[in-house]
């Protein structure tokens, strides 16, 4: 069986260090989209509210449902909801959809500032802020989302200061059509640790607080830790004499007599295949043996249990891609076990 442990006091670290930039829990508000980055959404929601997190960020209705009575605050990015939950907050991410959201529903308004994925245009707010009272919607926030602020560039800074614009407008709009003190976010992990001086409402934390951030140098930080790991039992092995190869394909041939373990892992569970082209070796330095086949992966090592990984971003490096899309792979099957 493959299974997957998350290491509760890393995940502790990573809030302590978290916290100190947003200067406070309660200003961190969990991202938890995507069955919380592949950790398991209640697993981790369970161990959010133990840590002091009282927000969260997901993705549908449904995880904002799963993970109600964890949390004080809760923000949907991407549905447009049926009905109303006081808990949960909707995110209006286009100006023709706002007539779409249920009266009384609670809202935050997401502004483009350069990103030109979701969220109005800044020269579209007033007319947000009209159709919003219109539709009898109770608007809470406005928000935005920053494209490359894990680059040293000067982008972070310019949607920063388009950000500073909405917010000054959105306060003067705020006073002309009777809505309260509205709150303001932008960051994620990578532009929380950019701020000097964190002075938002809340930052929207994903990959920092799972351990796997990663900025360039220039930017030091104090050390975030991996949340988790994957494992694998053994499920045989055998003796490969010299010249004997191995799995689909016969792609690694052994170079002397050798053991070698099969184990009960694969790409069925979310392990990227790409990564056996790249000579595949574990944290403890144990080399994987030809093919990732669906549920099997075979090692030149035999203990009963082996750690496949415990950093997704040593996995990112053989795939070619990021954390991000490691850990979101592995299903959610997978068994969980928090240690
Ligand atoms: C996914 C997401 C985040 C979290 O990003 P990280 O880089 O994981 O911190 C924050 N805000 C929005 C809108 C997102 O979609």
Redesign the pocket.
């Known amino acids: 069986m493959a299974y997957i442990i998350l290491n509760k006091n890393n995940f502790f670290n990573n809030l302590d260090i978290i916290a100190k930039s947003t200067k406070g829990r309660d200003k961190i508000a969990l991202?938890l989209?995507d069955n919380a980055?592949g950790h398991g959404l209640l697993e981790m929601a369970s161990l959010a509210k133990e840590g002091g997190v009282k927000k969260a960020?997901v993705?549908t209705a449904k995880e904002a449902e799963a993970v109600c009575d964890f949390f004080e605050y809760i923000l949907v990015?991407a549905e447009i909801p049926l009905s109303k939950n006081d808990k949960i907050r909707y995110t209006i991410n286009d100006i023709n959809s706002i007539e779409r959201f249920p009266q009384g529903c609670r809202v935050e308004l997401?502004v483009d500032t350069g990103m030109h994925r979701?969220g109005i245009d800044i020269n579209e707010l007033e007319e947000a802020f009209v159709k919003i009272k219109d539709a009898k919607l109770v608007l809470e926030a406005v928000?935005t989302?920053h494209r490359s602020?894990?680059e040293l560039t000067s982008e972070w800074f310019w949607q920063k200061e388009n950000f500073k614009t909405v917010k000054e407008e959105s306060q003067r709009l705020s006073q002309k059509y009777g809505f309260g003190t509205l709150r303001f976010h932008s960051?994620?992990?990578?532009s929380?640790f950019r701020h000097e001086s964190f002075d938002e409402d809340m930052a929207?934390?994903?990959?920092?607080?799972?351990g796997c951030?990663e900025l360039p140098e220039a930017l030091h930080m104090e050390k975030l830790k991996p949340v988790l790991s994957l494992w694998a039992d053994k499920i045989s092995q055998r003796e490969l004499k010299v010249g004997e190869r191995v799995g689909y394909g016969g792609e690694y041939t052994a170079a002397s007599d050798c053991i070698i373990g099969n184990y009960e892992f694969g790409y069925g569970d979310g392990f990227l295949r790409c990564c056996a082209k790249e000579g595949y070796k574990t944290p403890e330095g144990i080399e994987l043996l030809g093919r990732i086949s669906m549920d099997n992966s075979t090692f030149a090592g035999c203990e009963e249990k082996l750690l496949v990984f415990s950093d997704a971003r040593v996995v990112a490096k053989y795939a070619k891609t990021i954390s991000?899309e490691v850990l979101t792979s592995l299903k959610p099957e997978i068994k969980r076990v928090v240690i």
């Open positions: 991202v989209k980055y960020v993705r990015l997401k979701n928000f989302h602020a894990d960051s994620n992990s990578a929380l929207r934390v994903g990959i920092a607080a799972y951030l991000y």
